[in-house]
């Protein structure tokens, strides 16, 4: 159905094709997953079945790709829209229309459908995506995964024959991300529809897969198979391989449940180590001189020491920050932040219910809970974005939204879910020059932050030309640059490969052992497992637990991490936890 020749595109400017030797076939009614590091050109290989590769890129398509015998060189997107639904990594960008119901029925109008069918099938869309809800929504008003949904809806409802997906589940809640998954399972199972996918969160999506498609690097030409022979290879594998490959296992898992089968043994060599610790013990490390309580509640006594244990470094990279001195402690206030009864509402919606929560220094909060549930609102009335309705928000001992921001960004900095909303300038230097003018920083500063997050980004380059992962970079380091106290971070992993996950999670840590709070919004159970001391979870604007890491997640189904399920009963999160306990 759809068919690669030996393609290579190249940009305009670009002195090497960003893909080269691109030659594989997805047969009609198949899921293929195309998989690979960041920047590797997952999205310029999608880009060239949908056609908008060259047409609205530009840059040169060397061979030949085909979708149910059309030529994409030939054929511009508008003339593939029969056949091909896309959805991009951007749904804004996607959507044309206002309201939710009049986003899903669009493709079909331009398709000329009868009404009745196109009611009928906004109908069961609406139902398959848990969007009902939601029908009359302003689009505008939605939450980021609940306007992935509607982006995904959009392009189901022509029932296109092929359906090419960037990323599709970046947004999503796990719970949500099944849902939709088992929803595309359905249609390549019932309908014969062909499904070509490109995904970062391998964990959500490999075992749905009938092949995969690996990009080992950029420029190198694709290595295809099945999901089990290319994981065993793959730089970009999700949990499960991970323990899998450091046990030895073969034919490898690519499912929790194909894990347990084989964890007998694991969790038998694994058993002194874990026997008779409590569950946080193995968590990451905890907060020194905090209770269980206290990570409850986030509550401290004043002038309590409050540091996170530093971990050993991970990479080779020096640190991120110079460590504060040691020999005069800071007197440390007992919190950096907190909400009082705080109830926040959004047009007629309830985002936030009476919350009552306090962030300490040291301390790193995972927010989770599903699409809608408050976390965006919730980080952005920390940075004064929204007002409460009712009920106070303290940051620094100043109300945020009645601060100016410039003193503001003293105290607290956001980095937004799109990472590209904070950025301004034309070039990167002028960004980070700007971030250091408005924090009164040393000129350099934030370059050299920006350096010691990732390599290799040149001064020149306009924000907008960045890969996602490279955006995330820069805008951590403009809000790095005033060295808040709180740092928050919207989706910290959308659109990022698992390396840069990890680069993330070392300075993450460093940032926390230093002192600083940080509270991260994320459906990412790995990254949760790996670096929060505490989550709190958030059910329709309500907090319905908060608590140690190890303790929420173990005992929830859809926010426990791979590797917790798999070693069940035993209480491991991580796999490098069980790599260390190992030895
Ligand atoms: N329109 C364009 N013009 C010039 N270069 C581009 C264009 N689009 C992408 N590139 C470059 O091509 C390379 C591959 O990008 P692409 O978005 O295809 O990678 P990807 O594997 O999808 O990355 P990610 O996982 O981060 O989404 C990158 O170096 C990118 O900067
Ligand atoms: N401008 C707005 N007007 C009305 N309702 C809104 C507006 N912005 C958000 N909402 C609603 O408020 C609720 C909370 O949204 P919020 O963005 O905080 O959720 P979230 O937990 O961050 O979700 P996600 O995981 O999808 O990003 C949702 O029901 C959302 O639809």
Redesign the pocket.
Known sequence: MIRFEKVSVT??G?PEP?VRDVDFEVPEGELVLLV?P???????VLGAVSGLVPHF???TLGGRVTVAGRDTRVHKPRELADVVGTVG?DPLAHFVTDTVEDELAYGMESLGLAPEVMRRRVEETLDLLGLAGLRDRPIATLSGGQRQRVAIGSVLTPHPRVLVLDEPTSALDPAAAEEVLAVLQRLVHDLGTTVLM?E?RLERVVHYADRVVL?PSPGAPPVTGTPSDVMSVSPVHPPVVALGRLAGWNPLPLTVRDARRRAGDLRERLAPAAGGRAAGARGVPPLVGRSREQGRTGAAAPGERLRATPLPATGGTGRLFKRRAKSAPEPRPAHIAGAHDLTVRRAHVTALHHITLTVSPGETIALMGRNGAGKSTLLNTFVGLLEPTTGTVTVGGRTPHRTRPRDLIRHVGLVPQEPRDLLYADTVATECAAADQDAGAPPGTCRTLLDRLLAGIADGTHPR?L???QCLALALAVVLTARPPLLLLDEPTR?L?YAAKARLVTALRELAADGHAIVLATHDVELAAEIAHRVVLLAEGEVIADGPTAEIVVSSPSFAPQVTKILAPQQWLTVSQVQEALG
Do not use: I
């Open positions: 940009y305009d670009a960003t690979g960041s920047g590797v050109g997952k999205s310029t890129t530009g840059g990594q490109a970062h990009l030309d890969s996602e992962g659109g490969d």
